[in-house]
């Protein structure tokens, strides 16, 4: 079990830019979370799968915001035409079954947008 | 809305003493609660949970109360441990919900 992963761990671009982030859940799990925490914030969330179903999404997933689990295996989370009010962490968590809790998070990608 | 609150922002204690990490939440249809711990540089690490049905649940130096009428949970560490130096976040989820909603964090600096 090597735990949730996830790419790049930083992203610098400038505004206007798109970009894709890769996250990498544990193997097992068939849930899959995305979060997004700014400084002096909790994680916020963004969007949930089971399986490769995405079942719920959070309206601050703009238009511009696109998430998805193709195999049920590892999830993308793209952002066009990037904003910088989009400069986050952004944070993967995945976990199984029907348990709510213990969501278990990856190190996040950090994106810095110019 | 902030549905989560954690006051205080920062906590400071000596080593060997007792941390106490509160928790204020709005949302009547929150029925499952966590505290996640957080170190700089990695994502939150899961610490301990609480169901609704409880009042307290305790594994080892970590202990959560549950205050259902005042809407309020509680943190315990004890013994504190250099190690515990950190940021600590509580969430909450509502039953049939999958998001966890969190609070924006305590930092807690245990002193040596």
């Known amino acids: 079990d090597t735990g949730v992963s996830q790419n790049p761990r930083h992203k610098i671009t400038k505004r206007g830019q798109n970009v894709t982030f890769r996250c990498d859940p544990i193997?097992?799990?068939?849930?899959l979370y995305w979060y997004r925490q700014t400084l002096g914030q909790g994680p916020e969330f963004l969007t949930y799968?089971?399986?490769?179903?995405?079942?719920?999404k959070s309206r601050l997933l703009s238009d511009r915001f696109s998430a998805e689990r193709p195999k049920g295996s590892f999830s993308t989370l793209e952002i066009q035409r990037t904003e910088q009010g989009d400069s986050a962490m952004y944070l993967c968590?995945?976990?199984?079954?029907?348990?709510?809790?213990?969501?278990?998070f990856g190190p996040g990608t950090r994106l810095t947008v110019l | 809305d902030q549905q989560v609150k954690q006051n205080s922002p920062s906590l400071s204690v000596q080593e060997g003493r007792i941390s106490i990490l509160n928790c204020d939440y709005t949302n009547s249809m929150f029925d499952y609660f966590l505290w996640y711990k957080k170190y700089p540089a990695e994502g939150p690490t899961f610490l301990i949970s609480?169901?609704?049905?409880?009042d307290k649940n305790e594994d080892g130096r970590f202990t959560v109360f549950l205050n259902k009428s005042a809407k309020h949970l509680s943190l315990h560490i004890v013994p504190s441990q250099p190690g515990d130096s950190a940021v600590y976040f509580c969430?909450?989820?509502?039953?049939?919900?999958?998001?966890?909603?969190f609070g924006k964090g305590n930092q807690v600096v245990v002193i040596p």
């Open positions: 193997s097992e799990h068939n849930r």
């Open positions: 799968f089971q399986n490769e179903a995405q079942l719920e």
């Open positions: 968590a995945s976990s199984l079954g029907n348990r709510v809790g213990e969501q278990f």
């Open positions: 969430a909450a989820s509502a039953h049939g919900n999958n998001r966890l909603a």
């Open positions: 609480i169901s609704s049905i409880k």
